[in-house]
């Protein structure tokens, strides 16, 4: 196990400056273009894939990292270039956490290579979980899928909604209910794979923020998958639900889910996303106000100026060492006793939209035009209280570990 760290070791320091060149001199000077095109930025994801940042391989050496920084490392230096942008990159990953926190070895080998593709015909992959009337309320998901013993496949019907990279992907991980009276405990994850008939793209959104980041509905029409699609197989999903079947029956303990698997283990990853961002705006801000003069002085000059950037770099700096935290307890299989990974992702969040909008204070009128990317920041902030878990979910996480009680 390795020894909890505030410092990052000579590789990773190699790393993040890399990622940070990257990220300042081929992510930043496309971001306000591809925010207003609402489009996904395939040339950058392209030149991601050439320099080896959008690969398996780099993906794997950051996630496998004993240290548990090499992800939130990663993260926040490519969404403090742009989190649409950046979102386009690693979008990919949560559909490559689903299968490595539910998939075989097989499975691993077989799919996550076919999610990214390689340089030359980039590949991305979508996570498909929530729909229109089961977000937070992962209970009520719609989506079955049936056995066919006959074929040995499954039939998936159902639409999904929310999805990053919905529609365009090469494989979908699809959440879908297939014992409804367990509830979330009736769940399994299913690889859709490429060109699969029934499989299409819904609705597709137009964003607060992110815009870069296609999100789009999923529609699966009597969609049928191999059972080797099932992640995990059937022989583990019959045992997992017979086990959920019997505490049920006795009103026993909670049995994880298969997409809960995949937020728990992704959570401070999004934290560290926020980080990036918020840090992004405070260095914006902090530069503006040593250069921006009133009353014959810079606005830093004044106290509340300086206080409020005093904040913002205590806030982004705390953001930090909780994913950090929370990253080093996962990788080294540390339970989250007190809900770690959600306080992560919460406090992180929060101080993304707290940190930006203060950016914008502090700009001014310049901070609320889209000459300034601040304005930009805001939006993007907007997205971390929201997606994959809501901080209203978090501190509900939250409340019920620390307490042992079953609030609602």
């Not at 529609?167 to 297939?178: K, L, T």
């Not at 819904?202 to 870069?212: L, P, V, Y």
């Not at 009128?365 to 901080?391: K, Q």
Request: proline share 4%; aromatic share 8%.
């Amino acid at each position: 196990m390795a020894e909890f760290t505030m410092e990052l070791n000579d590789e990773q320091k190699e790393v993040r400056d890399w990622l940070h060149g990257f990220a300042a001199d081929v992510i930043r000077p496309a971001a306000a273009e591809w925010d207003e095109r609402e489009e996904t930025p395939w040339p950058v994801i392209q030149e991601a894939a050439k320099v080896g940042i959008y690969s398996l391989d780099f993906y794997a050496q950051q996630y496998f990292d004993s240290t548990g920084l090499g992800i939130p490392m990663a993260m926040e230096e490519l969404f403090w270039g742009d989190a649409g942008i950046a979102l386009s990159i690693v979008g990919t990953g949560l559909a490559a956490v689903g299968v490595l926190a539910n998939g075989t070895e097989e499975q691993i080998g077989t799919w996550i290579p076919q999610m990214y593709g390689d340089a030359s015909d980039v590949k991305v992959a979508a996570f498909c979980s929530s729909e229109p009337d089961a977000g937070s309320d992962v209970a009520s998901m719609r989506t079955r899928a049936v056995y066919d013993e006959a074929k040995d496949e499954w039939v998936i019907n159902g639409t999904k909604t929310w999805a990053t990279n919905g529609g365009i992907a090469n494989v979908h991980v699809v959440v879908a209910s297939v014992d409804p009276e367990l509830g979330s405990k009736g769940h399994a994850s299913f690889i859709v794979p490429p060109n699969t008939p029934g499989c299409s793209q819904g609705q597709k959104f137009k964003k607060h923020g992110i815009r870069a980041s296609h999100t789009a509905e999923v529609i699966l029409d009597n969609v049928r998958v191999p059972g080797s699609c099932l992640l995990g197989g059937k022989e583990k999903l019959d045992e997992r639900l017979a086990r959920a079947r019997e505490k049920a029956r006795k009103g026993g303990e909670r049995v994880k889910n298969a997409a809960m698997a995949t937020f728990e283990a992704s959570r401070p990853a999004v934290g560290a996303m926020a980080v990036g961002t918020a840090r992004a705006a405070y260095e914006v801000a902090l530069d503006y106000a040593k250069t921006r003069e009133q009353f014959g002085r810079p606005i830093i000059d004044n106290q509340g100026v300086a206080f409020q950037l005093a904040d913002m770099a205590t806030s982004v700096d705390a953001a930090r060492l909780m994913v950090w935290r929370a990253s080093w307890m996962a990788i080294n299989g540390k339970r989250f006793t007190a809900a770690e990974g959600s306080m992560s992702k919460l406090f992180a969040s929060e101080t993304a939209k707290k940190v930006t909008a203060q950016a914008i204070q502090i700009l001014g009128g310049n901070g609320y035009t889209r000459e300034y990317p601040v304005e930009r920041m805001h939006r993007d902030a907007a997205i971390y209280t929201i997606f994959e878990g809501t901080s209203e979910i978090q501190r509900l996480v939250i409340a019920r570990t620390i307490s042992g009680q079953p609030i609602r």
